[in-house]
């Protein structure tokens, strides 16, 4: 179970090979070793995340997981929890995609659906199934802060996050009763492998950075913290922005 102090002894990393997720995973490991179980599709890059993380003398597993094999992400959860309990999972997974192709393109839109919606459901009840039974644990749920306001220039990942992001903000509620704590991050522009080549965005940041920010959402029980924390201010401003002037701003 997680300490008094908010440490926890095991930790679910749905996405293995995220960047962000890994950078929680060590901002965690950084206190003590932990139990540790990468979720993600075998390859190099999973390799590479294990072995860095067992360097931090964690116990590490791995566990084959495609977003995309949405009738295998239950099968997957029980065979992270069956070595034992977990006491946060991280869902980390997810595609930014070529806004210009999704809103043109049938199967570039569905696919990202899939992962960036559909699997996070999927995923976040049988997790949810999961604390449950065991009795306690904290879940995170990356989404973004594009998902509060849809942006033309990328309106269809936005669109996905804000599915996402409203389905684990009523999976919160549902789970409060069981003592599950269920903490949404909303980061910004993070400087990632995924958003390599892009203009970076005003307030962007590091995945070193938001793994503070989960770190402190996990271990003070928030339920909703933006990444960096001044976004929280910027979108609240952006919502209220007419339309007509919102579709004339630079973003």
Same mark, same amino acid.
């Given at each position: 179970?997680?300490?008094?102090?908010? !440490?926890?002894?095991?930790?679910?990393?749905?996405?293995?090979?995220?960047?962000?997720?890994?950078?929680?995973?060590?901002?965690?490991?950084?206190?003590?070793?932990?139990? +540790?179980?990468?979720?993600?599709?075998?390859?190099?890059?999973?390799?590479?995340?294990?072995?860095?993380?067992?360097?931090? /003398?964690?116990?590490? *597993?791995?566990? *084959?997981?495609?977003?995309?094999?949405? *009738?295998?992400?239950?099968?997957?959860?029980?065979?992270?929890? #069956?070595?034992?309990?977990?006491?946060?999972?991280? +869902?980390?997974? /997810?595609?930014?995609?070529? !806004? &210009?192709?999704?809103?043109?393109?049938?199967?570039?839109? +569905?696919?990202?659906?899939?992962? !960036?919606?559909? %699997? #996070?459901?999927?995923?976040?009840?049988?997790?949810?199934?999961?604390?449950?039974?065991?009795?306690?644990?904290?879940?995170?749920?990356?989404?973004?802060?594009? /998902? &509060?306001?849809?942006?033309?220039?990328?309106?269809?990942? /936005?669109?996905?996050?804000?599915?996402?992001?409203?389905?684990?903000?009523?999976?919160?509620? %549902?789970?409060?009763?069981?003592?599950?704590?269920?903490?949404?991050?909303?980061?910004?522009?993070?400087?990632?492998?995924?958003? &390599?080549?892009?203009?970076?965005?005003?307030?962007?940041?590091?995945?070193?950075?938001?793994?503070?920010?989960? +770190?402190?959402?996990?271990?003070?029980?928030? &339920?909703?913290?933006?990444?960096?924390?001044?976004?929280?201010?910027?979108?609240?401003?952006?919502?209220?922005?007419?339309?007509?002037?919102?579709?004339?701003?630079?973003?």
């Amino acid at each position: 179970m997680i300490d008094a102090v908010g !440490n926890p002894q095991s930790i679910l990393l749905l996405g293995g090979t995220s960047e962000i997720g890994l950078a929680t995973v060590r901002a965690f490991a950084a206190d003590r070793p932990m139990r +540790v179980v990468l979720a993600a599709r075998p390859g190099p890059r999973l390799d590479a995340a294990r072995t860095g993380i067992e360097a931090l /003398g964690c116990a590490v *597993e791995t566990v *084959e997981f495609d977003a995309r094999a949405v *009738e295998t992400h239950s099968d997957v959860v029980r065979k992270a929890f #069956a070595g034992g309990d977990i006491d946060v999972a991280i +869902v980390a997974f /997810g595609l930014l995609g070529d !806004n &210009e192709k999704a809103w043109t393109d049938v199967d570039t839109a +569905v696919d990202l659906a899939q992962v !960036n919606y559909t %699997a #996070a459901v999927s995923t976040g009840v049988a997790l949810g199934e999961r604390f449950t039974a065991q009795g306690h644990g904290s879940l995170v749920a990356i989404s973004s802060v594009a /998902g &509060e306001r849809a942006r033309r220039s990328n309106f269809v990942y /936005g669109s996905t996050k804000a599915g996402m992001d409203a389905f684990y903000t009523g999976l919160t509620e %549902a789970l409060r009763p069981s003592g599950i704590t269920v903490s949404i991050v909303r980061p910004g522009f993070v400087h990632t492998k995924m958003t &390599e080549g892009l203009d970076p965005a005003p307030l962007s940041t590091t995945p070193e950075a938001v793994a503070d920010v989960i +770190v402190d959402a996990v271990r003070k029980q928030k &339920e909703l913290v933006w990444a960096p924390a001044p976004y929280r201010y910027v979108m609240s401003a952006l919502r209220h922005v007419p339309r007509p002037i919102f579709r004339k701003l630079p973003i």
